[in-house]
């Protein structure tokens, strides 16, 4: 399993971001999948989360109603979309899948496969 995330950046307090995570064929309709972050000096935590086949989400407390996770398995892709950002949403995102996951669960726990982190910076 391979992933690969892109879209981090630099934007004002209020703006909006769209990551994307890229992964080798087949791994988003066969692995449930999240997105964590992890700034400075803190532990990594997980972002949002999104079911194997696509129809659970779970989501941190601190970005509900902001945030959302998407996919594409036919094109590979994983998506989050960010928009209000806040300078305390600033971390370097990371994309991940889950083994073992059933069809229907978000998962929280678990995760083993990692793509290299993309920056979120958000000023204020």
């Known amino acids: 399993v391979q992933l690969q995330a892109s879209g981090g950046g630099l934007v004002q307090a209020g703006g909006s971001l769209r990551l994307s995570c890229a992964a080798s064929p087949g791994t988003f309709s066969r692995h449930g999948s999240g997105w964590f972050r992890q700034a400075p000096g803190k532990e990594r935590e997980l972002v949002a989360a999104?079911?194997?086949?696509?129809?659970?989400?779970k989501y941190a407390d601190s970005v509900k109603g902001r945030f959302t996770i998407s996919k594409d398995n036919a094109k590979n892709t994983m998506y989050l979309q960010m928009d209000s950002l806040k300078p305390e949403d600033s971390a370097v995102y990371y994309c991940?899948?889950?083994?073992?996951?059933?069809?229907?669960?978000?998962?929280?726990?678990?995760?083993?496969?990692w793509g290299q982190g993309t920056q979120v910076t958000v000023s204020s």
């Open positions: 999104i079911s194997r086949g696509g129809g659970s989400t």
């Open positions: 991940s899948a889950r083994p073992n996951s059933i069809l229907s669960a978000a998962y929280t726990s678990g995760y083993s496969y």
